[in-house]
């Protein structure tokens, strides 16, 4: 039984830090056009999941832990856009570090572990049920 209940735990961490994942995927793609209001303010950076393997007394095992969130150091794009507001002295604005397509594929494969993590989930409780149900009969 206590198998049983670890599994869910980990299958559990591991939704949670898929979630939190997708959360801050989406959190880049909203700003992915987000510019400085001036042309000294940096525009949005790019945010980045950590996870920690953290050990867990109950399940006698490793369970995954959203870890802090980094920030890419990677440079902006800049783009020729004299017009504005946030437009430098030569007509450049800064804008964010987001590549759509990077951020549409980690979601994909967020959404991915996410499932598999959701079939642990499902799997186990039906393991459990039909073991329940042999107990009784």
């Known amino acids: 039984m206590s198998d049983f209940l670890a ?5 559990a961490t591991g939704l ?8 801050i ?6 700003n992915a056009d987000s510019t400085g209001k001036t042309p000294e303010e940096d525009p949005y950076r790019r945010r980045i999941p950590t996870f920690e393997a953290v050990m867990d007394a ?3 095992g490793k369970v995954v832990e959203v870890g802090k969130i980094a920030l890419d150091q990677s440079d902006f794009v800049s783009r020729y856009e004299p017009g504005h507001p946030a437009a430098d002295g030569r007509g450049y604005v800064r804008y964010p570090n987001v590549n759509s397509l990077v951020e549409t594929m980690d979601m994909r494969e967020a959404q991915r572990s996410y499932e598999a993590n959701l079939n642990v989930v499902t799997v186990t409780r039906s393991m459990l049920g039909r073991t329940l149900d042999i107990l009784r009969g």
Do not use: D, F, K, P
């Open 25 to 30: 995927i989406a959190e880049n793609l909203a």
């Open 16 to 23: 949670h830090a898929q979630n939190a994942r997708m959360r």
């Open 7 to 11: 599994s869910l735990r980990i299958a």
């Open 58 to 60: 109950e399940v006698g």
